[in-house]
């Protein structure tokens, strides 16, 4: 097996300075790092990463966190799971899945966490993450967060409507107070505008469900 004293050797460095390539890359000139980093791929050297988290004070754990209850909504939440998998192992980054709000704060350390699922209600809880953190999903809260863009899918769809000469338009959507699904209606209702329609609330007495249409 390939150590750190065959790299410093391959190289003509010391120890000390391949470790700084490895674990600080910011402290070394770019010449002594491409040199280590040459002596690296021709040993076929690659670096433990347990011990490389250990020297920066890190875990490589990013905890995943569903804020919903994903046996009734979202079903790409498997697709959605196994692409953030493939993401983070392709970094190096082993994932923690957490489902259970009472567990996000405690436990074991983690670099960071992935949210998705949350609803006004649960920003308290966020507020309290001592990590980094970023949402899958539109929020009005200031976090930093990652997502479609919802007020120009729901634009398009309304366009292509249009276009097809459709005389009754419907939007479906959830019916919650959170910055997606008013961007998903506002792309639907601006469209219309632009075209000189008239969108109305239609009533469908399904208590998770807002429709709106155009007369």
Do not use: W
Not at 37 to 43: I, K, S, V
Not at 106 to 113: L, P, S, V
Not at 121 to 148: C, T
Request: net charge negative; aromatic share 8%; with cysteine.
């Amino acid at each position: 097996m390939v150590t750190l004293s065959d790299v410093a050797k391959q190289a003509n460095v010391s120890k000390m300075t391949v470790s700084r390539v490895i674990n600080h890359p910011e402290q070394v000139t770019p010449e002594l790092r491409c040199l280590v980093e040459e002596a690296m791929t021709a040993l076929n050297y690659h670096p433990n990463a347990a011990a490389k988290a250990l020297a920066n004070n890190r875990t490589n754990v990013i905890k995943v966190v569903i804020l919903e209850d994903i046996d009734t909504t979202e079903p790409y939440y498997m697709s959605l799971i196994f692409g953030i998998a493939k993401g983070l192992d392709k970094e190096g980054y082993a994932l923690q899945l957490v489902t259970d709000r009472a567990h996000l704060t405690g436990g074991n350390r983690a670099d960071g966490y992935i949210v998705t699922g949350e609803r006004a209600r649960d920003i308290p809880l966020l507020e309290q993450l001592n990590q980094p953190f970023v949402i899958f999903g539109e929020n009005r809260y200031g976090f930093d967060y990652i997502d479609s863009d919802n007020k120009a899918g729901t634009a398009l769809a309304t366009n292509y409507a249009l276009a097809k000469n459709y005389q009754s338009i419907v939007f479906i959507g959830l019916d919650v107070k959170e910055s997606f699904e008013y961007s998903r209606e506002a792309g639907y209702i601006n469209t219309l505008q632009q075209h000189k329609k008239n969108p109305a609330d239609l009533p469908v007495g399904q208590p998770f469900t807002r429709v709106s249409g155009l007369h």
